[in-house]
């Protein structure tokens, strides 16, 4: 595993950024193209850059690393989100869209989606951070921190008062290439504890290739000089 950090003016650069990253490994490789995708506000730039830019759709497959425990057509739906950013505006074949199902319990959406893992190997990994530093819905303090013999769970997250769905560490970090997406502030004391070698959940992340962390100027704030590229 390799760590690299790369900070941006603000969010429109690092979404930039994101879309030639992933218009490169596209380049640098052939056949299907499993995507996972992040839910939250910072990636929705990246998805609404994607629906402009001249992409190999026929070889793109799209996974959520997570989701909310809610029906596709809900306001809170990671899936949906995506859909209003890109899925509407583009041509792909629903085939290769693989949301999340909403079915009779958490457990049932989650032990689905498990199945549909088992021989899915995400290609590229897109990831936000929390203020608590948590990924996808990986909580500090929950179980699903864990679990190393399933790819999807579901889980009661205490603080917000829900389920929520996601994707294990082993989807994760089976990956060649881990980007996460962070912009603001309010991220800047969690970034630099995940840097640092504080115990949080994105930092936990330690695929098999490359984990870049794209964020803006506010959200470095905090990170020593060590941690920053060259100026």
């Not at 001249?54 to 809170?76: C, F, K, S």
């Amino acid at each position: 595993m390799s760590r690299r950090v790369r900070v941006f003016e603000n969010l429109e650069e690092l979404s930039r950024a994101a879309l030639e990253r992933l218009q490169g490994q596209l380049r640098s490789t052939s056949g299907p193209f499993r995507l996972s995708l992040a839910g939250g506000g910072t990636p929705r730039e990246l998805y609404r850059m994607m629906a402009g830019a001249d992409l190999p759709w026929d070889r793109l497959h799209l996974y959520w690393g997570d989701e909310r425990y809610v029906p596709h057509d809900h306001p809170d739906s990671n899936y949906r989100m995506v859909c209003e950013a890109l899925l509407d505006f583009v041509a792909v074949s629903p085939d290769r869209i693989h949301p999340w199902p909403y079915l009779h319990t958490p457990e049932d959406s989650a032990q689905a989606y498990d199945r549909l893992l088992q021989e899915a190997r995400m290609d590229l990994v897109i990831l936000g951070m929390g203020d608590d530093g948590h990924t996808a819905s990986l909580f500090p303090g929950t179980s699903a921190l864990e679990v190393r013999d399933r790819r999807a769970v579901a889980h009661y997250v205490e603080k917000l008062k829900t389920f929520r769905l996601t994707t294990t560490y082993p989807v994760i970090n089976e990956a060649p290439l881990v980007m996460f997406l962070i912009s603001g502030a309010s991220k800047a004391p969690a970034l630099e504890q995940v840097l640092t070698g504080r115990d949080l959940p994105s930092a936990r992340v330690e695929n098999v290739g490359e984990t870049l962390f794209l964020v803006d100027r506010p959200a470095a704030a905090r990170l020593p000089a060590e941690l920053l590229p060259p100026a």
